[in-house]
């Protein structure tokens, strides 16, 4: 098991404008954080990764950088909200960390530079016009890409032989649906795999959605990348382990949460990774000039205890490719 450090989300927002009036122009750099996750756990864990990232290349806080953070929480509303609020603090540059807070702020500004991370697909959600040459004011690093989700699917195959059906689950409202459906869809029948689709909003839509699955042998949960199924991931694994349904997850801390494996970014890699961009555009350069990056490792994390109350022997083969055994 690896150890994370836990950091508590400080914001600065409130004595920015004393810094203003106290020190010349361009002494401290303001940096706002809009984080699509709750204040807690994994969260706080990649906000971590972003301030040691800046703490690498001497960005201190207190020093010479302030950071004003904001947790959206997974809802639309609260995010959007929090977008317009940081755009008002006028800081240097903002860090979006998933899709809707990309979008709520790509709305609420097109001045000030805005690096990304743990975008699924930046195009297709209108982020940026192109990953190699994204113009305007936003970049930064995306967490997958669409071919990741036939592994997915090959991979709970893979560990759950007997896999006939799959329900997909996500909110079509916040997760980036559209670049892995395709892929889905195209490899499902190769593998002999009915694909099933939950769109879901909220809990009771999550209960009715497992719920009403027979629980037939064969049957396995797909969770889709997103920050609802974060937030919810509890009652889906519950509901899963109940009806005995093997689950395939897109990050480390759904595996860890209970759920039969995962296969995707590191987001607090990611969240570090960012913070060389924040510098760059800091110290001048325009985001419209630093391409958008693409992951270049993905992590696979099985839950062996989670293996062993389904009645799964996982084979040796696909322990030895694991990242990271949990028992």
């Known amino acids: 098991m690896r150890r994370r450090a836990f ?11 004393v810094m203003a009036r106290a020190q ?5 750099k303001r940096i ?3 984080m699509g996750t709750a204040e807690e756990g994994d969260g706080l864990t990649r906000l971590a990764a972003f301030r040691d990232g800046l703490h690498d290349l001497n960005w201190v806080e207190g020093r010479n950088v302030s950071l004003a953070v904001r947790w959206g929480a997974g809802n639309a509303e609260r995010t959007k909200a929090f977008a317009t609020e940081l755009v008002g603090l006028a800081p240097d540059i903002i860090l979006a960390t998933n899709t809707p807070t990309a979008r709520a702020l790509k709305q609420a500004t097109d001045r000030i530079p805005i690096v990304f991370a743990g975008l699924a697909d930046p195009i297709a959600d209108g982020i940026v ?3 190699s040459n994204p113009q305007g004011n936003i970049t930064g690093f995306t967490s997958f890409n669409a071919e990741i989700a036939g592994k997915w699917l090959q991979l709970l195959k893979e560990i759950a032989p007997g896999t006939a059906r799959v329900l997909a689950i996500y909110n079509p409202d916040t997760a980036p649906y559209a670049i892995f459906f395709p892929v889905l869809e195209t490899v499902a029948p190769q593998i002999a795999v009915t694909l099933l689709r939950a769109p879901v909003r909220d809990k009771a839509a999550i209960e009715s959605a497992i719920g009403g699955l027979a629980p037939e042998p064969g ?3 797909m969770v889709m990348p997103d920050v609802f199924t974060t937030l919810h991931r509890d ?3 519950t509901m899963a382990a109940a009806r005995r349904f093997p689950t395939m997850c897109p990050l480390r801390y759904y595996a860890v949460s ?3 494996m995962s296969y995707g970014s590191d987001f607090a890699v990611l969240m570090r990774q960012a913070a060389p961009y924040v ?5 001048g350069e325009k985001p419209r000039d630093l391409p958008v990056q693409e992951p270049t490792r993905y992590e696979l994390v099985i839950n062996l205890k989670t293996a062993k109350t389904l009645g799964l022997d996982v084979p040796a083969t696909l322990l030895a490719r694991a990242d990271e055994v949990i028992e």
């Open 7 to 17: 950091i508590t989300a400080l914001g600065g927002a409130v004595a920015w404008p």
């Open 24 to 28: 010349q122009h361009g002494a401290t």
């Open 32 to 34: 706002a954080v809009l």
């Open 129 to 131: 016009t192109s990953l």
């Open 219 to 221: 049957t396995a949960l």
């Open 235 to 237: 009652t889906i694994f």
């Open 258 to 260: 209970g759920g039969l």
């Open 279 to 283: 510098d760059r555009i800091l110290r």
